[in-house]
């Protein structure tokens, strides 16, 4: 963490567009009280840490629970899903 990546909360309200410059090149530290609390990133690597990872199962890995879970996704409808 170096100290351009650094910002604390006070900053973060009132200076906000500058604080969140260059945040696609390197995440935020958002500090509260000189303790760092918590961190900023860009929105695609945000969303590429936290997509689904696509995996292939052999059928004996399959659980009633799985297939529970699976049941269950196939009810949302696709209103119900945020498109950006």
Do not use: H
């Amino acid at each position: 963490m170096i100290k351009d990546q650094c910002i604390s909360v006070t900053d973060l309200r009132t200076k906000t567009k500058e604080c969140l410059a260059g945040i696609d090149k390197a995440p935020k530290y958002i500090f509260i009280n000189n303790k760092p609390t918590a961190v900023l990133l860009d929105i695609d690597t945000y969303e590429e840490m936290t997509r689904p990872q696509l995996i292939e199962l052999n059928k004996d890995q399959v659980t009633q629970e799985l297939i529970k879970e699976a049941q269950k996704a196939k009810k949302i409808s696709k209103s119900d899903l945020l498109d950006i």
